[in-house]
């Protein structure tokens, strides 16, 4: 008697999506074909992808050429399920991730000169191309970091765009062991900020408004904690003999403004919560002390593999709420009030 081959099922076809069909409106969640790399683009199988504030961008057209439909997402974790022509640098499952810096064209003046953060055509993950709110997503192959095995899928996500800025900004600042920084903020960013803040080996200020974070603060590596509401954080930074940097993570002008004069001789303002009204200093608070305001923004690939790299070597993590994919209106819901603790995550 003829046995009867069964044919191993084919993997489906279709995945599901959470996108935006035109902007202002709510994520819809729909079928797609799973789609084919071409050449120079892996395929990941995404496993997580973090709710950064930067999805408004998506989410409400707030950013021009963006086509409709287009699905948000730049914090992206997943494994490498298939890759296109010319793709020998990564391999079938692989884990890696896919940041905000979504890939760069490798022959502007900024990438020969190896300034791939800014590079004249860099594409962004969920913006330029559809991003991580999906079951299977494409990527450039120069847009992808590797994720080392003990971190979880949903806590490297955030990583990738909240952690590697904040990592970023504060390595830049030429402060050196034992140097007071202070962070600014303690929320999506902040909150990542005091943990790196703490074990590149500074004495950390957590600056918060109100004194329910204080506990909090300590507890992630800061040494002392200011009460923006109840004390000038300013000069209570002078007591403490000025800061050698402190990272504006919190988007809000007037509060970055009055921090300028918390700054020590030589000292740095490093931007990173993103508002468009102006900074107010003047020309003396910058002369005297040899004051700078410089700002930051995540960083490339290579980056994000020294911030998950040291988040694996010190124990930093993200604090996180998850919601799976269906409810990605939720999530962005959740993340738009400001109350999430402090990152929220889809998971596929
Ligand atoms: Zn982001
Ligand atoms: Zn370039």
């Not at 998506?58 to 021009?64: N, R, Y």
């Not at 003046?109 to 991580?132: L, P, T, V, W």
């Not at 998950?308 to 990605?328: C, D, Q, S, W």
Request: charged share 20%; aromatic share 6%; proline share 6%.
């Amino acid at each position: 008697m003829a046995t009867l081959r069964v044919a191993p099922k084919p993997t489906p076809a279709t995945m599901k999506v959470a996108q935006i069909s035109k902007p202002g409106t709510a994520f819809q969640i729909v079928e797609r074909e799973i789609p084919e790399p071409r050449a120079g683009e892996v395929r990941i199988k995404v496993l997580a992808c973090g709710v950064c504030h930067s999805d408004v961008l998506t989410k409400e057209g707030l950013m021009p050429g963006i086509e409709y439909p287009r699905i948000p997402g730049h914090e992206v974790v997943g494994v490498v399920d298939e890759v296109g022509a010319g793709v020998s640098t990564w391999e079938k499952g692989q884990r890696v991730g896919v940041g905000w810096h979504g890939g760069h064209d490798n022959t502007c003046r900024e990438c020969r000169r190896g300034d791939f953060r800014h590079c004249k055509n860099q594409k962004i993950a969920g913006i330029s191309y559809d991003g991580g709110y999906q079951q299977y997503m494409l990527a450039p192959m120069e847009a992808l970091a590797a994720i080392p095995k003990t971190l979880s899928d949903a806590e490297a996500a955030p990583l990738l765009c909240a952690g590697v800025t904040t990592y970023g900004a504060i390595r830049s600042s030429g402060a050196l062991p034992g140097d007071l920084v202070a962070v600014q903020g303690i929320g999506g960013l902040g909150h990542l900020g005091v943990q790196f803040a703490s074990k590149f080996g500074y004495k950390v200020a957590a600056i918060g408004r109100g004194s329910e974070n204080a506990a909090l603060a300590k507890k992630l590596g800061a040494s002392i904690y200011i009460d923006s509401e109840a004390a000038n954080a300013a000069a209570e930074l002078q007591r403490l003999g000025g800061a050698k940097a402190i990272v504006a993570t919190a988007p809000s002008s007037k509060a970055m403004s009055a921090l300028i004069d918390g700054l020590g001789p030589n000292g740095k303002l490093i931007v990173i919560g993103a508002t468009s009204d102006p900074i107010e200093v003047t020309p003396i608070q910058l002369i005297f002390g040899s004051h700078e305001i410089h700002g930051w923004a995540a960083g490339p690939p290579s980056e994000s593999e020294d911030t998950l790299n040291f988040a694996e070597l010190t124990g930093v993590r993200p604090m996180i709420e998850t919601y799976p994919l269906e409810k990605a209106e939720e999530a962005y819901a959740r993340m738009m009030s400001g109350k999430a603790q402090f990152r929220v995550v889809l998971t596929m």
